[in-house]
């Protein structure tokens, strides 16, 4: 019920959103224009977040096995506010190295695939979470064509990678630690990785320096975005 319930104000909110900037000349970034055709489900980007703020180093840390359900709830309402739309959401082992505090770190976190959502509204979605759990950065990624030329991203997903391996491939790596950042281990043992598109042979060397194969199949292109701090109209990060 509370998922209906959610779907239903994303829906009066993109619709509303749509009323408002129709006049404005921006539309066509988010609302409804952001749209798959003809199937307004179907995901046009995902975002990974977390609330959790603690350094957590033993990869049988009892607070990994938090599901973040509240969480989801949460971020599910976040991008209705926002004009965007949760059609999918799962838990995550997330690996990240951290800037600030020069440390690789294990987290529980989310996956949300999101529909009818631009770079406009993907970028205001990650910085409310951002802002509201205290996180360094949120990452997300707008799905486009591999020509277009927004498309400085991808995003991939290979099997047979759990999270410890990962860890400990980032330690020993400081050149891949440094362009990475981080991943996701889903339930299923899939490794999820977004990186820049510049960062390509290098993210394929290290999935290769590991032992997981490399399909370039499972490749999808996007514009990446790593929310750091306020998201202005025309600006992403």
């Not at 408002?20 to 000349?25: K, L």
Request: glycine share 8%; charged share 20%.
């Amino acid at each position: 019920m509370i998922t209906v319930r959610l779907a239903a104000f994303a829906a009066a909110a993109t619709l509303t959103g749509a009323l408002f900037t129709a006049s404005s000349g921006t539309a066509e970034a988010y609302g409804p224009w952001s749209c798959a055709p003809g199937n307004p489900l179907q995901p046009t980007a995902e975002l990974f977040g977390t609330w959790n703020t603690d350094t957590i180093t033993d990869p049988a840390d009892a607070r990994l096995n938090d599901p973040l359900t509240q969480f989801e709830l949460e971020v599910n309402l976040t991008a209705a506010m926002e004009l965007g739309l949760t059609v999918h959401s799962e838990p995550v082992d997330g690996v990240f190295w951290s800037e600030q505090s020069r440390q690789i770190s294990y987290a529980p976190a989310r996956r949300f695939e999101l529909a009818c959502t631009g770079r406009d509204n993907l970028c205001w979605i990650a910085d409310d979470l951002r802002v509201r759990y205290h996180q360094e950065a949120v990452l997300g990624i707008e799905y486009l064509p591999e020509t277009d030329p927004r498309a400085d991203g991808f995003v991939i997903t290979v099997p047979g990678v759990d999270r410890t391996r990962l860890h400990d491939a980032l330690l020993a790596d400081p050149v891949a630690r440094d362009r990475i950042g981080g991943g996701w281990v889903a339930e299923d043992g899939a490794l999820i990785l977004v990186a820049d598109r510049s960062d390509l042979d290098e993210v394929q060397a290290f999935l290769k320096g590991i032992g997981a194969q490399w399909d370039p199949s499972a490749l999808r292109y996007g514009d990446r975005q790593l929310v750091t701090g306020y998201c202005a109209p025309g600006i992403y990060f």
